[in-house]
């Protein structure tokens, strides 16, 4: 395929259920040109994440689905090939939505610019440094609220946002304990993002959780539901916090289930006698106008050494499908990007 055309996935059919390689479709066009005010991007990473499942459904959200035909949407780190907006010069590296292609035409207006030294890897802006990150830190300050010696439970504890908020609450001087897929995920969010504990969601978890929380849970972040939500919520402690970020296990079912066939949740009898505050939130919502204190914070750690990632980048546009239904699996092992 000749490398200056455009490559582009489409979502060809809405699925039902777990998406399928069928439902998306790849399409070659040619390069578009920028017109007056706009920038021509080359893009080099996508971000996989799984509100895309949800934009494959045409149920009512908090957003538009993709429309059948469209190029699936997504946030891409990608370099400005030509520029006809004066804010903006051919080199730049750019942050935007133009989703799962090679090359997009955006308004220099819809473009986040970065500004970097080139010490960080570019892909870092779609994850750590991106939006994911961003969801972690505005969720532990607006709903989490962990203080010092509390204990934080973070599920999908190896993932995009686990493997930040674990670190941002060990920051925030609390025992963080994590749940993961298997002895590999677990052993890296203890022995390199230096939780305390990591407990494995494929194990009996309620004894796990017990032995590694003898006094119960005052943070509970969510990422997961089903099963992993039925076991973790009984132990939250009086005045517990839930922050309700996604329940990525229930993404493919019909509401009310799980992959497994667990009850969609616990009895939430409880909230009201333990005084517990459950929230969900949109990173989107507040996130973004606060992404500069957000990036001093996470730059403090990172130079001083006290965060790290994980990234599990695919190499090829067109392995995007596979690489998403994965995602879904648990077959992604840190941030998942697609290298175009
Ligand atoms: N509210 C917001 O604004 C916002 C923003 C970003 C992300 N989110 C949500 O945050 C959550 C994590 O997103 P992410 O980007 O960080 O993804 P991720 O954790 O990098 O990847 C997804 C992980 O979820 C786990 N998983 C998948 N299916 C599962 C199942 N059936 N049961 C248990 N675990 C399962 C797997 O980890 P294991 O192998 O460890 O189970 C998988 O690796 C998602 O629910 C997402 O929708 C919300």
Known sequence: MPPESNLRVLLQRRPEGAPRPADFAIAEGSRPEPLEGEVLIRHRFLSLDPYMRGRMSAAKSYAAPVELGDVMEGQCVGEVIASRHPGFAAGDKVLNGRGWQRFSTVKGEKLIKIEDDGTLPLSSYLGVLGMPGLTAWVGLEDIGQPKPGETVVVSAASGAVGQVVGQIAKQRGCKVVGIAGGKE???????????????????????????????????????????????????????????????????????????????????????????????????????????????????????????????????????????????????NFGKLVIEI
């Not at 677990?186 to 990591?198: M, P, R, S």
């Not at 459950?278 to 989107?284: H, S």
């Not at 001083?304 to 499908?321: Q, T």
């Open 185 to 331: 995920k677990c052993h890296f969010v203890t022995e390199e993002l230096g939780f305390d504990a990591c407990l494995n969601h494929r194990e009996d978890l309620a004894s796990q959780l017990d032995a590694a929380c003898p006094e119960g849970i005052d943070v509970y972040w969510e990422n997961v539901g089903g099963a992993v939500q039925a076991a973790v919520f009984p132990r939250l402690r009086d005045f517990g916090r839930m922050v309700m970020c996604g329940m990525i296990a229930q993404y493919n079912e019909a509401p009310g289930a799980d992959a497994s066939g667990a009850p969609a949740g616990p009895n939430l009898g409880p909230v009201v006698r333990k005084r517990l505050r459950i929230q969900g939130f949109i990173v989107g919502d507040s996130g973004w106008p606060r992404y500069g204190a957000f990036r001093r914070e996470m730059l403090g750690w990172i130079n001083a050494g006290k965060l790290r990632w994980r990234e599990d980048v695919v190499k090829g546009l067109e392995n995007a499908p596979t690489a998403f239904i994965g995602l879904l699996e648990g077959r």
